[in-house]
C-alpha cells in the first residue's frame, strides 16, 4: 500500500503538467513565383497562412554632385573649365523591388537605368567618374516575429555566390543609415548578421540560414555579400541573385490544456481514500 502513495503523486504531477504550456514551431513557405507581383510588391502585404508579408527595397547608393572650376592648359594657354564631380555619400536609400523575367525578384536602385538587366547585387557604378558601390537589399517585413530558415534563387551568377542575411528590430532606422551603422546601432536596431555561401545550380539555388535558427524578428534584409554583415570569404563585388521563394518558422504558443473538472474530481477522491485507508490501516 505504501507503494500507491507516490504513484498517485506520480500520476498527479503527469495530470498537472498537461497544463503548462508548451512552444510550437509553426514553418511556412512563401513561394514569391505562386502571386501576382502587384500581391508580392502591394505596400498592405500579402497573407502567407496568416502571417503578413510586405516587401521594400535599400539601396546605399544615395550622392552628391556639385560643379567645381578646374583649370585647363595646353601649350601656352590655361583656361578654366567647369567639371562635374560626384561624392560617394554611402548612405542607404529606397529602391525597386521588380519581378525580373519570370526568375524572381531583383532591385533596380536609383543609379541603375530602367532597361537594365536587374538583379540583387554588390556591382558598383561610375557616376561622373567617381566608383560608387552599391549594396542591394529587399527587407521582408512580418506582422509577427519569424525566423527565415532557407533562401531560394530564381537565378544566380554562377561561381563563388554569397548572400547576407540581418534581422534587425526596427525598419524606421534604415533609412539614411549605412550597412556599417546597422550593425553598430544596437540600441534601437539591435541587428544580428551572417553570410551565407549560395549552392546549387544557376537556376535553382539555396541558402541554408542554419547559424540564424534561434533569431526571430519582425524584420530580415536579405541581399548581397557584405562583409559588414559577415566575412566568410569571396568577393563582394561579384553577386547577383534573383530571389524565387523564402522558408520561415514561428514560434506558436497553445492555450493551456484543462483537465475536465469531473476528472479533476475523481482524482482528489482517490488521493483522499487512499489516505484514510492508510491511517485505518494503522489504528
Avoid at 158 to 186: F, H, K, L, P
Wanted: hydrophobic share 35%; glycine share 6%; aromatic share 10%.
Amino acid at each position: 500500500m505504501k507503494k500507491l502513495i507516490p504513484l498517485f503523486v506520480l500520476f498527479a504531477l503527469h495530470v498537472s503538467s498537461l497544463k503548462a504550456e508548451d512552444t510550437l514551431v509553426k514553418e511556412y513557405s512563401y513561394d514569391l513565383m505562386s502571386h501576382s507581383s502587384s500581391d508580392v510588391l502591394n505596400p498592405l502585404g500579402i497573407d502567407i497562412d496568416g502571417v503578413n508579408v510586405t516587401l521594400s527595397a535599400w539601396a546605399d547608393t544615395a550622392t552628391s554632385s556639385q560643379t567645381d572650376v578646374q583649370w585647363q592648359c595646353r601649350r601656352w594657354a590655361c583656361y578654366p573649365r567647369q567639371v562635374t564631380v560626384t561624392h560617394d555619400l554611402d548612405t542607404v536609400e529606397s529602391a525597386t523591388a521588380q519581378l525580373v523575367n519570370g526568375w524572381g525578384y531583383g532591385i533596380r536602385n536609383d543609379l541603375e537605368s530602367r532597361g537594365s538587366h536587374q538583379t540583387i547585387d554588390n556591382y558598383g557604378e561610375s557616376i561622373n567618374g567617381t566608383f560608387v558601390d552599391s549594396f542591394e537589399y529587399l527587407l521582408f517585413s512580418f506582422d509577427s516575429e519569424v525566423n527565415i530558415s532557407q533562401i531560394d534563387f530564381g537565378w544566380h551568377a554562377g561561381y563563388d555566390q554569397q548572400v547576407s542575411v540581418v534581422s534587425i528590430a526596427n525598419s524606421a532606422e534604415i533609412e539614411s543609415a549605412s550597412w556599417s551603422s546597422i550593425v553598430s546601432n544596437q540600441t534601437t536596431l539591435n541587428a544580428i548578421s551572417a553570410s551565407f555561401n549560395i549552392v546549387g545550380s544557376q537556376n535553382n539555388g539555396s541558402a541554408n540560414l542554419q547559424s540564424l535558427s534561434n533569431t526571430y524578428s519582425n524584420y530580415w534584409l536579405v541581399g548581397a555579400y557584405n562583409k559588414t554583415f559577415g566575412d566568410i570569404g569571396g568577393h563582394d563585388y561579384n553577386d547577383a541573385f534573383k530571389i524565387s521563394s523564402i522558408q520561415f518558422e514561428s514560434k506558436l504558443t497553445p492555450p493551456p490544456r484543462q483537465v475536465s473538472e469531473p476528472g479533476a474530481l475523481a482524482l482528489m477522491s482517490l488521493g483522499l481514500g487512499l489516505v484514510l485507508y492508510r491511517r485505518k490501516r494503522r489504528v
